[in-house]
C-alpha cells in the first residue's frame, strides 16, 4: 500500500506515468515537462493560462521550474519498482536459491537476473523486455515467433513470416515502436480533448455553485427584506387601528362631556322647580286669605313658562349622539388605510423592476446639459443654444422623459445627489413649457412633483406646497405610477424604505417622468435596482 501511495504521488496528472525530470507552476503542482508544455500549447491565443490540476489562473505563460528533489525521488522509485512489482518473476537459471528477474529474453523464452543478464547474449534476434510470465503473449499465434511489426491494415502485430509468407503479405507495415508511438500521439490528444472537457464541466460546476451562492444571498437578503416589509405593515395597521379607535373613544368622551354638562345644567333647573313647588304648597296651606293674596312673590311661583325649547332640542340631539359607529368615516378611513398599505407592498415587489427612463434632449432648457446616455441631466451657467423648438422648457432648467405611460404601474428612480436644489415628478406633456411659474414642475393642475430647496421638501401640485414632516435621508428617491388607481407616490430610499407621499387624480393624459435642476445633477437609475 506505501508504494501504491507513493506511485499515485509521483505520477503526472496529464500523462498518468511516473514524472520525467519534473517541472513545477506557481501554484505548486508538478508535471512532466512535455506534458505541461502541450497543454500550455493549446492555451496559447485563449486570453490567459491556467493549472490542469487546479485550474489556477496565469495572464502570462508561466515560467517553469525544475523540481530537483521529486525527480530524484521518482528515480529512487523506479529503481525499485521492477524487484517489487515483478517479485512473481524468478530467474530462470539460478536454480539453487530465487532470485527476482529484472529482464525476459523472447527467444530464449527465459527470465534473467542482473548476474545472468550480463552474460547474456547481445545479438539482435534476443529481443529482451520487462520480467514476464506470460512470453506467449509476445509471439505470433501462428509462427511462434516474436511479434516485430505491426500490421496497418488489419491493426494487429505480426511477426516476420507473416510478413513475408502468411497472410498479411503486402501489406504496410510499421515497427512496433513506430506504431506505438502513433497510438500514444492519438492517445495523447484524446486525453488533452477529455482534459479540455473535464475543465469545461469543472467550470460549470463552479459557475453553478457560484450560482447557488448567489441564490443564497439573494434569497437571505429577500427574506429580511421581507421580514421587514411585515414589520413595516403590521406598524402601520396598529397605527391604523390606534386611529380609528382612538376616534371612537374621543367621540365617546365628547358625547359625555356634553351629557355631564346637561345633567347638571338640568339638576341645577330642577332644584329651582322643587324650590318653587315647596313655596307654592306653603301658600296653599295657608288659611288667612290676606296673607295669601298679598305675598309679594307669586308672580314669579305661578310663572309655568318653562322656556326650555332650547334645552329639549339639546337633549334630543344629545340622545341621538355617539349611537353606533360612525361608518362612513371609519369606511373611508380603513378604505385609505388600507389601501396606502396595499400601495406600499405593490411598490415593494414592484420597486425591483425600475423602468429604464431615457431624458428627451428637445425638452430640455438652454441652460441644461444632457449626458450622451441620455441618464444625467445636470444644471449649467452657460447658454446651451439648443434649438427653439415648441417642446423645450424656455426659462428653466428642466427635461422630461422620452416615455409615455398611459396605462400600468411603473416605477423609476433617481439620484438626486447633494443639498441643491430640484423638482422630481410626474407632467402631462401639453403642460406649459415657455411661461413663467406656471411652467415650473408642480406649479400647475398638469404636473406632480416632489420639491427641494432652502434644506426642505415638499410635495407640491397646482401650487398647492405640502411640506414634508421629515427629511429625505438616502440621496435616491422613487416614484410610483399606477394609473388606473390615479396615484402617484414618492419614496425616500433609504432602509428600509419610507413613504414620503402620495398624490391622487384622474389621469386624462399620459404622464411623462419630469426633473428639475437648480444645482449639480439629477441621474435617472433604471434597470433592476439591488435592493
Given at each position: 500500500m506505501a508504494s501504491a501511495d507513493l506511485s499515485a504521488e509521483l505520477e503526472c496528472s496529464v500523462c498518468l506515468n511516473i514524472f520525467s525530470d519534473p517541472v513545477n507552476l506557481k501554484c505548486g503542482h508538478n508535471f512532466c515537462p512535455i506534458c505541461i508544455n502541450r497543454v500550455l500549447d493549446t492555451q496559447d491565443g485563449s486570453g490567459g493560462y491556467s493549472c490542469p490540476e487546479c485550474r489556477e489562473k496565469f495572464r502570462e505563460r508561466p515560467a517553469?521550474?525544475?523540481?530537483i528533489t521529486l525527480r530524484n525521488i521518482g528515480e529512487n522509485f523506479l529503481?525499485?519498482?521492477p524487484d517489487q512489482e515483478e517479485s512473481g518473476v524468478l530467474c530462470t537459471y539460478c536454480v539453487d536459491s530465487p532470485v527476482p528477474a529484472v529482464r525476459s529474453c523472447l527467444l530464449c523464452e527465459a527470465s534473467l537476473c542482473d548476474k545472468h543478464l550480463r552474460v547474456h547474449k547481445k545479438s539482435p534476434e534476443?529481443?529482451?523486455?520487462?520480467?514476464?510470465?506470460?512470453?506467449?503473449?509476445?509471439?505470433?499465434?501462428?509462427?511462434k515467433k516474436i511479434l516485430e511489426y505491426y500490421c496497418t491494415v488489419d491493426d494487429i502485430c505480426v511477426c516476420m513470416s507473416c510478413c513475408v509468407i502468411g497472410g498479411h503479405k503486402g501489406h504496410e507495415m510499421e515497427s512496433l515502436d513506430e506504431a506505438s508511438e502513433k497510438k500514444k500521439g492519438t492517445l495523447r490528444n484524446v486525453l488533452q480533448k477529455l482534459l479540455t472537457q473535464r475543465e469545461e464541466m469543472e467550470e460549470r460546476v463552479q459557475s453553478l455553485q457560484e450560482h447557488r451562492r448567489e441564490v443564497e444571498e439573494e434569497a437571505a437578503g429577500d427574506t429580511e427584506r421581507v421580514s421587514a416589509l411585515f414589520r413595516e405593515l403590521r406598524r402601520r395597521l396598529e397605527d391604523l387601528e390606534k386611529?380609528?379607535?382612538s376616534e371612537i373613544s374621543g367621540r365617546a368622551e365628547r358625547v359625555s362631556i356634553s351629557v355631564v354638562d346637561m345633567i347638571r345644567e338640568l339638576e341645577i333647573k330642577k332644584d329651582e322647580?322643587?324650590?318653587?313647588?315647596?313655596?307654592?304648597?306653603?301658600?296653599?296651606?295657608?288659611?288667612?286669605?290676606?296673607?295669601?293674596?298679598?305675598?309679594?312673590?307669586?308672580?314669579?311661583?305661578?310663572?309655568?313658562?318653562?322656556?326650555d325649547d332650547a334645552d329639549r332640542e339639546r337633549h334630543d340631539r344629545l340622545l341621538h349622539d355617539g349611537r353606533g359607529l360612525d361608518v362612513a368615516w371609519i369606511s373611508h378611513t380603513l378604505h385609505t388605510g388600507l389601501s396606502d398599505i396595499i400601495t406600499e407592498v405593490n411598490v415593494f415587489f414592484y420597486i425591483q423592476e425600475a423602468e429604464d427612463i431615457l431624458l428627451d434632449v428637445s425638452t430640455a432648457g438652454n441652460y441644461l446639459r444632457i449626458s450622451d446616455d441620455r441618464k444625467t441631466a445636470s444644471k449649467s451657467h452657460r447658454h446651451q443654444n439648443h434649438p427653439d423648438t415648441p417642446e423645450r422648457f424656455q426659462y428653466y432648467p428642466q427635461v422630461l422623459g422620452s416615455r409615455s405611460f398611459s396605462s400600468g404601474r411603473h416605477y423609476w428612480e433617481v439620484d438626486v445627489g447633494g443639498p441643491d436644489s430640484w423638482i422630481v415628478g410626474m407632467c402631462y406633456p401639453s403642460m406649459e413649457r415657455k411661461g413663467g411659474m406656471q411652467s415650473v414642475i408642480?406649479?400647475?393642475?398638469?404636473?406632480?412633483g416632489l420639491d427641494r430647496g432652502d434644506d426642505q421638501y415638499w410635495v407640491i401640485h397646482d401650487s398647492n406646497k405640502i411640506p414634508l414632516p421629515t427629511n429625505i435621508s438616502s440621496n435616491r428617491v422613487g416614484i410610483y405610477l399606477d394609473y388606473e388607481a390615479g396615484r402617484i407616490s414618492f419614496y425616500d430610499l433609504c432602509d428600509p424604505i419610507r413613504h414620503l407621499h402620495t398624490f391622487t387624480s384622474t389621469f386624462t393624459e399620459p404622464l411623462h417622468a419630469g426633473v428639475y435642476v437648480g444645482g449639480g445633477c439629477i441621474k435617472i437609475c433604471g434597470g433592476n435596482r439591488v435592493m
Open positions: 517553469l521550474h525544475r523540481n529503481s525499485v519498482q534476443h529481443v529482451l523486455c520487462e520480467p514476464t510470465l506470460s512470453m506467449e503473449s509476445r509471439k505470433c499465434s501462428v509462427h386611529r380609528v379607535l322647580l322643587s324650590r318653587k313647588m315647596r313655596d307654592i304648597e306653603e301658600l296653599c296651606n295657608l288659611t288667612d286669605p290676606l296673607t295669601v293674596l298679598q305675598e309679594s312673590d307669586t308672580g314669579d311661583l305661578c310663572d309655568t313658562e318653562d322656556g408642480g406649479w400647475n393642475k398638469k404636473s406632480w
